[in-house]
């Protein structure tokens, strides 16, 4: 059985549809992952065992996503040596008391905070902080870059045989 590497950790299992973004994109890279939903206000310990065990585990990163109070990737940040990247969630008030609570994080204690519902990113960002120390996977990501790439090029090469009256490319 796989070891994980990266831990995806959500405030409640309502948030699965924006962290399939992050799971997609591990997949992408090969790199195994788990998945659970902790909460940092209904189950307190659970996240403190699960913060403060993950480097020990071989967990390398962890994306934490939170919506409303978000406290979640803050609390994780607080407990483990390891890089926290926060997802706030699109809950209420158009997710901006997520990003603000996950963002306003005191000192000492940072979390990479990507954008609303940003998932994928938060994944593209794991893998970059994992690249640095493995040349296999820095090399899968440059190829994902450039495949990026060639996507914005072809894009506008069919973009350019949109047609309109006054249009001049």
Known sequence: MMEPKVS???????????????AKILDEFGIPFEMNALSAHRTP?????????AAARGI??????????????????????????????KASLDGWDSILSIVQMPPGIPV???????????????????????????ESFKAFKNDLKKKIV?????????????KTN
């Open 60 to 89: 390398k990163v962890i994306i934490a996503a939170a919506g409303m109070a978000a406290h979640l990737p803050g609390v994780i940040a607080a407990m483990t040596t390891l890089p926290v990247i926060g997802v706030p969630i």
């Open 8 to 22: 995806i950790i959500m405030g409640s299992t309502s948030d699965l549809p924006v962290m399939e973004g992050a």
């Open 112 to 138: 990479a905070t990507v954008a609303v519902n940003g998932a994928r990113n938060a994944a593209i960002l794991a893998v970059q902080i994992m690249a640095t120390g493995d040349a296999e996977l820095a």
């Open 45 to 53: 310990e659970e996240v403190e065992k699960f913060a403060t065990n």
């Open 154 to 166: 072809k894009a506008n090469e069919e973009l350019a045989t949109v047609k309109y009256q006054y």
